[in-house]
């Protein structure tokens, strides 16, 4: 037996984990696979597609008003977006007039749709960053009431249907309207509340200031949008610099934050809270000027539904960033091709940068900042 | 407000109180005091001998020994059961929720429904684990915050005759290092999972408790400097007599007035000279009133600081990192399944309330009532007493069935105690968890150096104020 000492030096070892697909922080399927230094992440690989249901190739198989039920899945916390981005680019290609009525109502569930997407993030959000029972739940409270609202209106709490090729599905009665009426009054003053206790909050702060720092080039490469990029220092919101359906009639402003060295999670954080204030305003506007008379769709929803030969791509402003759809038609029951633009998919593959160098604690917050949907990934 | 939910809330923890502190109440006086006098005392009579025999002397002493042990072994593990559903309800309450509300009387049996059904789920071990280890860490989670509560029985009992079992004169001692063996369970439970997540968490509860148990001590030696013992039983006993008397309020520095006021407000003699009695306290007019309020800010803040390690020290948001969900998925516990799992959970309710209760004596006057001792002798309350006593009097006099200081005593320990608990749950329903370096931040910058001031400042300041010690 040697009683010499061989090496001196302490030896350590990376360690690779394996986090989700079944970990309860990581919003549905995602698996990442992370290289660790101690509790220090030094490679970070998302790993998709446990959530593929290929929704491209189904809308290949379906009739084009069968398809427009299944793609609010796309993006299930905002599928009126899904709807209205395969929506506008079939009447581009169809050439046909959505009537005005419409548009003020695609535009008023729309901006209901973003506040409640907006409100499940922040409740989940706050979960990522461990509080784990008390105030997420506020959110859902307020969610809960347009839920019941799009329930009402389209016959289903999620998966809507309501934005057809066209126009809308139907319209809404003058209860309906006073409700959300008195949603929109008392809204304001529930965001104040969330803000209170949020916002300045010292811990918050020590855990969402300062990490997860997303500079605008790194943005533009990764392709990224929404109010993840405009965090970063650039006003890029698809209804002011392209502006579609109404918007140019109403009044609201595009919040951003000039930091092109690159915004944090908290910048993030709050640009989605004044966010939710502006769709607040948008709606309240709509239920003034939405016309009470009128057509709701310009053409017929039936299972004969055509699109003209053709392609076209078109896009909006969905609460993650720019959705698009491409497709292609031929003029017959089904399209050619599908293609989606998501914006999770960008949002998500620049994880891989912004998650080296941060503690295991942090790779939460960092990830939940950005807002990523895993059915909007994989599709 | 949702004031139905605070109502049944309410309804739901009096009603479980008072029927599980009454069994242990009635089976504690059945084992440790009916059934030996009865076998000692009344036998002996019914059988015609003059003096029991030695066998049944030996089994009448082995019955009121074990009956504290026992006591403490049955209602810690009952109360916490309870404790888990006070803490769903409450959080619900927090969260516009409505909790669990269907089993049993408003959801009481919901934890005993959870508890069987971890009882008869399947208890896997992972393939390369340490199996040995892996079995015997939820036992040493649990166990020593069962024994460790032991002196406390007395002190908030009254030191009644029959809970005698553990008065050490360094009883605080005790309790702190018994209280200091799970984190070496927690650890143990990492390692042996044979998981990333669990040996993380098992670690990070290593750095953690060793952070944070250094500002718990000190705290607790802080007060027992003002005490001027270790012993739990002594501490409570100073505190007689009143909020002002408690360790919170200046660990005694306010005792003279307490004892002066009713000179002052004219409720007895007014002819009596109160100088020379301040002066006992007081020695030094100015300086020593001054010291006494900076003796109460000292207190005060030792609570906090007391509360804050302790929440660290049993892992509860927002210190709750080695089982931080969002990171590590359930951290140490990650691998327990069935009972083992469910003694890991119940374990953190028996430290919550073994805390509460630490706090509870050495803060907050044990069982003592918080209203001062001459506002309580003003109002009427013996003839209300005595009807009562004189309305139970047959199974009183001979049985010793209540003895009415100890029945307060815990009375008040417990609503103390769910009070400390009811603020634990607040804290949970509200803050965000820390990050790890900045828990470590936070216990060594900030809450280590507090406490080593407030030690400094307690010294100095006590020289110039009588207090307990």
């Known amino acids: 037996m040697s009683t010499e000492i061989k090496s001196t030096e302490l030896k350590t070892d990376e360690m690779i984990i394996n986090m989700g697909p079944q970990h309860p922080a990581t919003h549905g399927v995602l698996r990442m696979l992370l290289t660790l230094d101690g509790e220090f992440v030094k490679h970070a690989e998302p790993v998709i597609g446990h959530l593929h249901r290929a929704q491209e190739w189904q809308g290949q198989n379906r009739t084009w008003f069968q398809y427009q039920a299944l793609i609010d899945r796309v993006d299930y916390l905002s599928g009126m977006f899904t709807s209205w981005a395969m929506a506008r680019s079939c009447e581009v290609l169809d050439e046909c007039e959505v009537p005005e009525r419409a548009e003020y109502l695609r535009v008023m569930v729309s901006e209901m749709n973003r506040i409640s997407s907006h409100l499940l993030w922040l409740g989940t959000y706050l979960i990522d960053l461990g509080a784990m029972f ?83 080039s790194l943005a533009k490469q990764y392709g990224v949008t929404g109010p993840s990029i405009r965090a970063s220092g650039t006003d890029m919101d698809l209804r002011k610099t392209k502006p579609y359906s109404v918007y140019p009639k109403l009044e609201f402003d595009v919040h951003w934050l000039d930091k092109p060295e690159g915004g944090d999670t908290w910048d993030r954080y709050i640009l989605r809270i004044r966010e939710m204030r502006e769709s607040n305003k948008i709606i309240k506007q709509c239920l003034d000027m939405l016309p009470t008379e009128g057509e709701l769709s310009g053409k017929k929803q039936n299972a004969g539904l055509r699109v003209k030969a053709g392609e076209a791509f078109s896009s909006v402003e969905s609460p993650r960033g720019i959705l698009g759809c491409y497709v292609i038609s031929d003029g017959k029951d089904k399209a050619i091709r599908f293609r989606w633009r998501n914006p999770s998919f960008c949002n998500l593959s620049v994880l891989s940068e912004l998650l080296v160098g941060s503690p295991i604690a942090d790779i939460m917050a960092i990830f939940g900042s950005v807002d990523v949907i895993l059915p909007d990934v994989d599709r | 407000m949702n004031a139905a939910e605070i109502y049944k809330l309410s309804r739901l923890a009096i009603f479980w109180l008072s029927v599980t502190f009454g069994a242990v109440w009635v089976a504690c006086w059945g084992v440790g005091v009916f059934i030996p006098s009865l076998i000692t005392g009344k036998m002996p009579f019914l059988l015609q001998v003059d003096n029991p025999s030695t066998t049944v002397v030996f089994i009448a002493d082995l019955l009121r020994s074990l009956t504290p042990i026992l006591s403490l072994l049955v209602f810690i593990p009952i109360n916490a059961m309870f404790m888990v559903l006070f803490e769903r309800r409450s959080l619900a309450l927090f969260t516009v929720r409505m909790g669990p509300n269907r089993h049993g009387f408003d959801g009481l049996a919901q934890t005993a429904a959870d508890a069987v059904k971890l009882l008869f789920k399947e208890d896997i071990t992972p393939r390369g684990a340490d199996a040995f280890m ?54 143990m439970a990492g390692w042996a999972s044979n998981n990333k997540y669990s040996l993380v968490g098992g670690l990070r509860s290593a750095a953690q408790a060793i952070s944070y148990e250094i500002p718990l001590v000190l705290s607790l030696v802080t007060m027992c400097l003002l005490a001027g013992t270790l012993d739990v039983v002594e501490i409570v006993e100073q505190q007689k007599g009143g909020i002002l008397n408690w360790n919170i309020l200046g660990g005694g520095a306010l005792s003279g007035y307490d004892k002066l006021a009713p000179y002052w ?62 990171e590590l998925v359930s951290g140490y516990n990650t691998e327990y399944s069935g009972i083992k799992f469910a003694i890991f959970f119940l374990a953190e309710f028996t430290n919550l309330f073994v805390v509460s209760s630490i706090a509870t004596v050495m803060f907050l006057g044990g069982g003592d009532n918080p209203i001062p001792k001459w506002i309580l002798d003003r109002l009427p309350l013996e003839p209300i007493s005595n009807a009562l006593g004189s309305l139970l009097s047959p199974l009183i006099k001979d049985l010793m069935f209540i003895d009415p200081a100890t029945f307060w005593a815990a009375f008040w320990v417990i609503v103390k105690v769910y009070s400390i608990v009811f603020f634990a749950i607040l804290v949970r329903g509200t803050l965000p968890r820390f990050r790890i370096d900045q828990l470590m931040d936070f216990g060594w910058k900030r809450l280590i150096p507090l406490a080593l001031i407030l030690f400094v400042v307690v010294v100095f300041a006590r020289t110039w104020v009588v207090c307990h010690g």
């Open chain 1, 134 to 216: 008390g105030f997420p739940f506020y959110p859902f409270r307020e969610r809960e009431k347009l839920l019941d609202l799009f329930e009402e209106i389209a016959g289903q709490r999620m998966m809507f249907n309501y934005i057809r090729i066209g126009g809308v599905q139907r319209a809404p009665n003058d209860a309906w309207l006073k409700r959300l009426k008195a949603f929109t009054e008392e809204f304001e003053d529930r965001v104040d509340e969330y803000e209170a206790i949020v916002t300045e909050n010292p811990i918050f702060l020590k855990r969402t200031k300062e990490i997860g720092i997303l500079p605008l």
């Open chain 2, 134 to 187: 892996f079995t015997l860490a939820p036992i040493i989670f649990f166990a020593p915050s069962i024994f460790g509560a032991l002196p406390l029985l007395a002190a908030v009992t009254n030191n009644h005759d029959l809970f005698k079992v553990a008065n050490l004169p360094t009883g605080i001692f005790y309790i702190l290092a018994a209280a200091s063996i799970p984190v070496v369970a927690l650890v």
């Open chain 2, 265 to 326: 407000l004219n409720l007895v003699d007014t002819s009596f000279d109160t100088s020379a009695m301040f002066g006992q306290f007081y020695p030094v007019p100015w300086l020593s009133s001054i010291m006494a309020f900076v003796l109460v800010i000292c207190t005060v803040l030792l609570f906090g600081l007391y509360l804050t390690g302790a929440c660290a020290e049993i892992n509860r948001i927002p210190f709750d990192l080695p089982e931080a969900e969002s």
